[in-house]
């Protein structure tokens, strides 16, 4: 082997040893006698033998990471276990080198701790009920803390917040007395609008009662009061006729004879009825009634035509 060729292998060598293709997904940060030099972008780069070396190596993708389940206290000292999901992406190739030892850890370990705290402010139910509200609170926290070591947080998600045995049981048992409560309130709400309407039915019966009875009477005094007023016409009619009668010839003398014979007929009807005979003590005051009962049909004949 000649020297021409042992060249060109060393400085193949050289070039192996020195240069650099850089994903597109990366970023690399180079030292020059061990004090930063810069961050290469991707594509191909050459370095200085024995003074550059890629110091670090940093994924400029999006990245996530699970963050370990922990025991939280809520605010009304439940024991819950929360566990989630961090994203977040290298924006400071420098910063994310030389500000922090590892973020990817720090980022975790600090989500946990702002979610353990954010937890202790909530109640066990807004805990469920606020989720959106606590991730949005952690990213806010955790992104503001790792802003020094170049590390943006996208999002954060709480995968499950999970009660102790001890709380579910309790849980459950707040929930069956809950549901019982429940019951209870529908069974008597239910009763008392089966009384007010029971209650309605009998006031608007006993009221449709009352108005029937009303009218009834109505009805029935409408009805005397006609009937008598067909009676008094018919007993003025009667009269007038009497006294037309009684104002012709001869109309005195039948009606004597017609009362005369009503009185024989009634008095005969009494004897007939009586257990004990029924005879005028002066049989001469019998023509004296007849001869008043008489007069009586004059008179009336008079009265009428004053009346007219």
């Given amino acids: 082997m000649n020297l021409a060729t ?21 970023a690399y940060v180079i030292e020059r006698l061990g004090r930063f030099n810069g961050v ?35 605010r009304d000292n439940m024991q819950v276990s929360v566990d989630g999901i961090i994203y977040l992406k290298v ?3 420098e910063r994310a080198s030389y500000g922090i030892e590892d973020y990817r850890s720090a980022s975790v370990n600090l989500a946990q701790t702002t979610m353990r705290s954010e937890i202790g402010k909530l109640a066990l139910h807004e805990a469920f009920s606020e989720r959106d509200k606590l991730n949005d609170v952690i990213v806010s926290e955790v992104d503001k803390a790792s802003d020094p070591w170049g590390i943006k947080v996208l999002r954060y998600e709480i995968k499950n917040i999970t009660p102790s045995n001890q709380v579910i049981h309790t849980l459950e048992k707040q929930m069956e007395a809950e549901r019982e409560r429940r019951s209870e309130v529908t069974l008597a709400t239910a009763e008392k609008e089966a009384i007010i309407h029971r209650s309605e ?38 009269m007038e006729k009497v006294a037309e009668a009684l104002s012709e010839p001869g109309g005195e003398a039948a009606m004597r004879m017609r009362i ?3 009185f024989i007929s009634e008095l005969g009807e009494i004897a007939a009825k009586a257990k004990v005979t029924v005879v005028p003590a002066e049989i001469a005051r019998i023509q ?3 001869e008043g009962l008489s007069e009586v049909g004059p008179r009336l004949s008079k009265h009428d035509l004053r009346g007219r």
């Fill in 201 to 238: 039915g009998k006031r608007q019966e006993a009221i449709n009662l009352s108005e029937g009875e009303k009218r009834r009477r109505i009805n029935e005094a409408e009805g005397h009061a006609k009937q008598i007023s067909i009676v008094a016409k018919a007993t003025a009619l009667g």
């Fill in 260 to 262: 005369t014979e009503l």
């Fill in 6 to 26: 042992m060249v060109i292998l060393i400085l193949i060598c050289i070039l192996w040893m020195t240069a650099i293709v850089i994903p597109m997904r990366e």
């Fill in 91 to 93: 924006m400071d190739a």
């Fill in 40 to 74: 290469l972008s991707p594509g191909f780069h050459v370095l200085i033998p024995v003074v550059d070396r890629v110091a670090y190596r940093h994924e400029t993708r999006e990245q996530v990471f699970d963050v370990p389940e922990q025991t939280c206290i809520t």
């Fill in 288 to 290: 004296t009634i007849i």
